[in-house]
Protein backbone atom coordinates (compact mmCIF):
# COMPACT_ATOMS: atom_id res chain seq x y z
CA UNK A 1 0.00 0.00 0.00
CA UNK A 2 2.86 2.37 0.86
CA UNK A 3 4.39 1.39 -2.42
CA UNK A 4 1.55 2.48 -4.50
CA UNK A 5 0.91 5.60 -2.36
CA UNK A 6 4.63 6.72 -3.62
CA UNK A 7 3.38 5.77 -7.06
CA UNK A 8 0.57 8.00 -6.78
CA UNK A 9 2.63 10.63 -4.72
CA UNK A 10 3.09 10.50 -1.41
CA UNK A 11 4.34 14.06 -0.24
CA UNK A 12 4.06 15.79 -3.61
CA UNK A 13 0.99 16.73 -2.82
CA UNK A 14 1.39 18.66 0.64
CA UNK A 15 4.68 19.86 -0.96
CA UNK A 16 2.83 21.24 -3.76
CA UNK A 17 0.61 22.98 -1.49
CA UNK A 18 2.86 23.90 0.97
CA UNK A 19 5.29 25.31 -0.69
CA UNK A 20 4.11 28.08 -3.01
CA UNK A 21 2.44 29.65 -0.17
CA UNK A 22 5.77 29.80 2.08
CA UNK A 23 7.49 31.55 -0.77
CA UNK A 24 4.63 34.06 -0.96
CA UNK A 25 4.78 34.78 2.56
CA UNK A 26 8.59 34.89 2.26
CA UNK A 27 8.91 36.95 -0.65
CA UNK A 28 5.83 39.60 0.74
CA UNK A 29 6.61 42.99 1.11
CA UNK A 30 7.65 44.60 4.07
CA UNK A 31 4.12 45.63 5.57
CA UNK A 32 2.69 42.44 4.76
CA UNK A 33 5.89 40.36 6.64
CA UNK A 34 4.63 40.95 9.88
CA UNK A 35 2.60 37.86 10.07
CA UNK A 36 -0.98 38.59 8.39
CA UNK A 37 -0.53 36.97 5.14
CA UNK A 38 0.96 33.99 7.01
CA UNK A 39 -1.96 33.71 9.45
CA UNK A 40 -4.03 34.07 6.04
CA UNK A 41 -2.32 30.91 4.72
CA UNK A 42 -2.37 28.94 7.72
CA UNK A 43 -6.22 29.33 7.86
CA UNK A 44 -6.46 28.49 4.52
CA UNK A 45 -4.01 25.14 5.48
CA UNK A 46 -6.45 24.35 8.25
CA UNK A 47 -9.36 24.12 6.31
CA UNK A 48 -7.86 22.15 3.26
CA UNK A 49 -7.17 19.51 6.35
CA UNK A 50 -10.38 19.69 7.58
CA UNK A 51 -12.32 19.35 3.88
CA UNK A 52 -10.14 16.61 2.94
CA UNK A 53 -10.88 15.01 6.19
CA UNK A 54 -7.46 14.50 7.74
CA UNK A 55 -6.97 13.43 11.29
CA UNK A 56 -5.33 16.38 12.03
CA UNK A 57 -5.63 19.24 9.91
CA UNK A 58 -2.59 21.35 12.00
CA UNK A 59 -0.37 18.67 10.50
CA UNK A 60 -0.49 20.85 7.15
CA UNK A 61 0.35 24.33 9.22
CA UNK A 62 3.04 22.48 11.02
CA UNK A 63 4.47 21.82 7.42
CA UNK A 64 4.06 25.28 6.87
CA UNK A 65 5.49 26.59 9.59
CA UNK A 66 8.67 24.26 9.94
CA UNK A 67 9.41 24.63 5.58
CA UNK A 68 9.02 28.48 6.42
CA UNK A 69 11.66 28.58 9.33
CA UNK A 70 13.89 25.54 7.26
CA UNK A 71 14.14 28.24 4.44
CA UNK A 72 14.56 31.18 6.41
CA UNK A 73 17.37 29.92 8.59
CA UNK A 74 19.31 28.21 5.43
CA UNK A 75 18.35 24.96 5.66
CA UNK A 76 17.52 24.79 1.94
CA UNK A 77 20.55 26.36 1.16
CA UNK A 78 22.37 23.13 -1.05
CA UNK A 79 19.59 23.14 -3.14
CA UNK A 80 19.54 24.02 -6.97
CA UNK A 81 17.60 27.66 -7.13
CA UNK A 82 14.72 28.26 -7.71
CA UNK A 83 13.29 25.30 -5.57
CA UNK A 84 11.44 23.33 -7.82
CA UNK A 85 7.52 23.38 -7.69
CA UNK A 86 6.87 19.21 -7.73
CA UNK A 87 9.02 16.77 -5.44
CA UNK A 88 7.33 13.82 -7.12
CA UNK A 89 10.79 12.41 -7.58
CA UNK A 90 11.63 11.75 -4.02
CA UNK A 91 8.61 9.47 -4.28
CA UNK A 92 9.50 7.59 -6.38
CA UNK A 93 13.09 7.42 -5.70
CA UNK A 94 11.38 5.88 -2.70
CA UNK A 95 9.70 2.98 -4.75
CA UNK A 96 12.96 1.96 -5.87
CA UNK A 97 14.49 1.77 -2.05
CA UNK A 98 11.55 0.20 -0.80
CA UNK A 99 11.10 -1.95 -3.71
CA UNK A 100 15.45 -2.94 -3.57
CA UNK A 101 14.93 -3.38 0.22
CA UNK A 102 11.74 -5.56 0.41
CA UNK A 103 13.15 -8.00 -2.32
CA UNK A 104 16.03 -8.51 -0.56
CA UNK A 105 14.42 -9.11 2.93
CA UNK A 106 12.18 -11.46 0.93
CA UNK A 107 9.05 -9.67 0.83
CA UNK A 108 8.90 -9.37 -3.06
CA UNK A 109 9.45 -11.72 -5.41
CA UNK A 110 11.82 -10.29 -7.81
CA UNK A 111 9.35 -10.06 -10.44
CA UNK A 112 7.07 -8.01 -8.46
CA UNK A 113 9.92 -5.53 -7.56
CA UNK A 114 11.12 -5.16 -10.99
CA UNK A 115 7.46 -4.09 -12.05
CA UNK A 116 7.35 -1.48 -9.07
CA UNK A 117 10.71 -0.16 -10.34
CA UNK A 118 9.10 -0.25 -14.31
CA UNK A 119 5.92 1.79 -13.14
CA UNK A 120 8.01 4.32 -11.51
CA UNK A 121 10.18 4.88 -14.67
CA UNK A 122 7.45 5.92 -17.46
CA UNK A 123 5.99 8.65 -14.05
CA UNK A 124 9.68 10.20 -14.08
CA UNK A 125 10.25 10.44 -17.66
CA UNK A 126 6.93 12.05 -17.83
CA UNK A 127 7.42 14.36 -15.11
CA UNK A 128 11.41 14.91 -15.49
CA UNK A 129 13.65 16.31 -19.13
CA UNK A 130 16.39 14.54 -17.12
CA UNK A 131 18.35 12.92 -14.32
CA UNK A 132 19.45 16.57 -13.01
CA UNK A 133 16.04 18.16 -12.83
CA UNK A 134 15.17 14.66 -11.05
CA UNK A 135 17.88 14.86 -9.06
CA UNK A 136 17.31 18.14 -7.76
CA UNK A 137 13.28 17.59 -7.22
CA UNK A 138 14.40 14.36 -5.32
CA UNK A 139 16.89 16.54 -3.26
CA UNK A 140 14.38 19.46 -2.20
CA UNK A 141 11.61 16.07 -1.44
CA UNK A 142 14.45 14.70 0.83
CA UNK A 143 14.71 18.13 2.30
CA UNK A 144 11.07 19.23 2.78
CA UNK A 145 10.15 15.88 4.51
CA UNK A 146 13.26 15.60 6.94
CA UNK A 147 12.57 19.74 7.71
CA UNK A 148 9.16 18.12 8.95
CA UNK A 149 11.02 15.12 10.31
CA UNK A 150 13.94 16.55 12.27
CA UNK A 151 15.59 19.78 11.46
CA UNK A 152 18.52 18.77 13.55
CA UNK A 153 19.55 16.04 10.83
CA UNK A 154 18.48 18.25 7.96
CA UNK A 155 21.56 20.65 9.46
CA UNK A 156 24.13 18.03 8.64
CA UNK A 157 22.67 15.86 5.73
CA UNK A 158 21.88 18.04 2.66
CA UNK A 159 25.02 18.52 1.79
CA UNK A 160 26.22 15.00 1.81
CA UNK A 161 23.02 14.26 -0.24
CA UNK A 162 24.07 16.52 -3.28
CA UNK A 163 27.53 14.92 -3.48
CA UNK A 164 25.22 11.53 -3.65
CA UNK A 165 23.79 12.97 -6.48
CA UNK A 166 26.61 14.42 -7.61
CA UNK A 167 28.31 10.64 -8.17
CA UNK A 168 24.90 9.36 -9.80
CA UNK A 169 24.84 12.27 -12.36
CA UNK A 170 28.69 11.67 -12.90
CA UNK A 171 30.06 7.92 -11.97
CA UNK A 172 29.47 6.25 -15.69
CA UNK A 173 28.29 3.27 -14.37
CA UNK A 174 25.46 4.77 -12.78
CA UNK A 175 21.84 3.70 -13.65
CA UNK A 176 21.25 7.53 -14.41
CA UNK A 177 23.99 7.74 -17.14
CA UNK A 178 22.37 4.33 -18.58
CA UNK A 179 19.02 4.97 -18.59
CA UNK A 180 17.73 8.29 -19.89
CA UNK A 181 14.73 10.12 -18.62
CA UNK A 182 14.30 11.74 -21.84
CA UNK A 183 16.69 11.99 -25.24
CA UNK A 184 19.72 13.75 -23.83
CA UNK A 185 21.43 11.69 -21.23
CA UNK A 186 23.18 13.88 -18.13
CA UNK A 187 26.14 14.86 -19.11
CA UNK A 188 25.73 14.77 -22.92
Known amino acids: ?31 DRFGERADR ?17 EALVRDYDIWSQAIKIGFTDHLARPLPSDIHAWDLARVVAVARMAFTAGYLDAEVAW ?11 RKYQNWRQFG ?22 GVDRRMELLRLWLRPTSPWRRITLQSVPVGE
Open 1 to 31: ASMEQLLEGMHAPLYAMVHPLVMASINASER
Open 136 to 157: DAYLTGWTYWQACEDLAELKNG
Open 41 to 57: HRAFLRQVGSFRGMDNP
Open 115 to 125: DYLMRALPLAQ
